[in-house]
């Protein structure tokens, strides 16, 4: 079965608990819609029916991915940039990184075989 990304499902576990917590407070009867949202966004998330079983399910596979919170996670924003001698201007790599040939090139030693 797919699973959603940790964070993802951090997310709507905590989302999820906050708001069930607001509403414990506030002692309303009626659930509010963004929390039955949020329950069945979690029950979807983790092959389940009951907010019950999808909290045990979601928890349990936090805990096996060895999930925490975002807070505490380094964020990588783009890839970093490869040594300026990784790179090659030879004609048949096109100036592309080392070792990177393009398709054309290569279909057109295809060609001449």
Not at 2 to 26: G, K, N, Q, S, V
Not at 63 to 77: F, N, Q
Request: proline share 9%.
């Amino acid at each position: 079965m797919l699973m959603p990304l940790p964070a993802t499902l951090y997310r709507l576990l905590t989302e999820y608990e906050t708001l069930l917590a607001e509403e414990t407070a506030a002692s309303t009867t009626p659930g509010s819609q963004r929390l039955h949202d949020v329950a069945y966004t979690l029950c979807v998330s983790t092959g389940t029916r009951e907010i019950s079983d999808a909290l045990d399910t979601a928890r349990a596979y936090l805990a096996r991915a060895g999930a925490t919170p975002l807070s505490d996670r380094r964020v990588i924003t783009s890839p970093p940039k490869p040594p300026a001698s990784a790179v090659t201007s030879s004609p048949a790599a096109g100036n592309l990184p080392h070792g990177l040939v393009s398709l054309a090139s290569t279909a057109h030693r295809a060609d001449e075989r």
